[in-house]
């Protein structure tokens, strides 16, 4: 059974840095697209970055907010896709999950089949 872990949220100050991890297990090959997504209190899910298989290693940035500030990328050997957020805000604040799709990246949230659990960012001074 295919599963996603999400880690290394925590609370940090404007301006810092956090990278978060998403580990992969039970996938029987590299055929699937990570996406990056988040959750902030009383709103609605949004897609952040996605990066398709491990093949093409293809990388799509879907949040204006965070393009410039946030870079994804993927380890196959590791089976891990990590999202390196830096020059944190407050209004980053959210719970971020990992989910998965087959190969390719998608804009539409509900064509991820596969979703961590998701781990806690809160940026404040």
């Known amino acids: 059974q295919s599963h996603l872990v999400e880690s290394g949220g925590g609370l940090v100050q404007p301006g810092g840095s956090l990278t978060l991890s998403c580990a992969a297990s039970g996938f029987t090959d590299d055929a699937y697209a990570i996406g990056w997504f988040r959750q902030a209190p009383g709103k609605e899910r949004e897609g952040i970055s996605c990066i398709s298989d491990g093949v093409r290693g293809r990388v799509e940035n879907y949040l204006d907010s965070t393009k410039g500030r946030f870079t994804i990328s993927r380890d196959l050997d590791k089976k891990t896709v990590f999202l390196q957020m830096n020059s944190l805000k407050v209004e980053d604040t959210a719970v971020y999950y990992c989910?998965?799709?087959?190969?390719?990246?998608?804009?539409?949230?509900?064509?991820?089949?596969?979703w961590g659990q998701g781990t806690q960012v809160t940026v404040s001074s």
């Open positions: 989910a998965a799709r087959p190969v390719y990246c998608s804009t539409y949230i509900h064509s991820y089949g596969y």
